[in-house]
């Protein structure tokens, strides 16, 4: 509901002609996927800001802040509940033609997980913070001139991973999905 009224408002906006769709404070894009990190599956969302950092008439270099939020959608026995949140920041490339718009970025930050688990589990309650990458390329249609709507495909992961905490096994994985940008 909250993205087609904003797609509607978007659509039916006119940029200035020296000026960006939306202010610097906006996100310009949202982001609807899923990690699939066998055999969990969590679906997540995420919004980003990105800015062009060299700029030519098809092609840009930019720079992307995402933050965003995913919640196990079946987590494995003994686990009860499964949440992850990362905020990310990298270095991409995008390219809108006529009618095709793709792009890719990589991104480093941090990625907050919990874990909770049955009682009576041997693991106890898991909260934190470890270092995450993650990289994607995506591909689409310019639907607008200043909007663009594509699929996504990348793989996602923390630094490390230690045994004594089974549920950062379950961070992150292979990340697909949907894209909206303006801008």
């Not at 693991?123 to 709507?149: A, D, M």
């Not at 089974?166 to 940008?181: A, R």
């Amino acid at each position: 509901m909250v993205l087609a009224l904003w797609s509607s408002l978007v659509i039916a906006a006119t940029p200035a002609a020296d000026g960006p769709l939306v202010p610097w404070y906006v996100p310009r894009s949202l982001e609807l996927g899923v990690f699939i990190n066998d055999p969990m599956v969590t679906p997540h969302f995420r919004i980003a800001w990105e800015a062009s950092i060299i700029s030519q008439p098809r092609n840009d270099l930019i720079w992307t802040v995402a933050i965003g939020s995913g919640v196990g959608a079946n987590p494995q026995r003994p686990m009860s509940a499964h949440y992850q949140h990362a905020v990310v920041a990298g270095l991409g490339y995008r390219s809108d033609r006529q009618v095709l718009h793709w792009g890719f970025h990589a991104a480093a930050g941090v990625v907050w997980y919990r874990a909770a688990y049955l009682p009576g589990s041997i693991y106890p309650f898991e909260s934190r913070v470890l270092g995450y990458i993650e990289g994607r390329v995506q591909l689409g249609l310019r639907l607008t001139p200043w909007l663009k709507g594509a699929v996504y495909f990348g793989y996602a992961s923390p630094f490390v991973f230690q045994r004594q905490y089974p549920g950062n096994t379950f961070v992150g994985g292979i990340d697909t999905g949907v894209v909206f940008d303006w801008r």
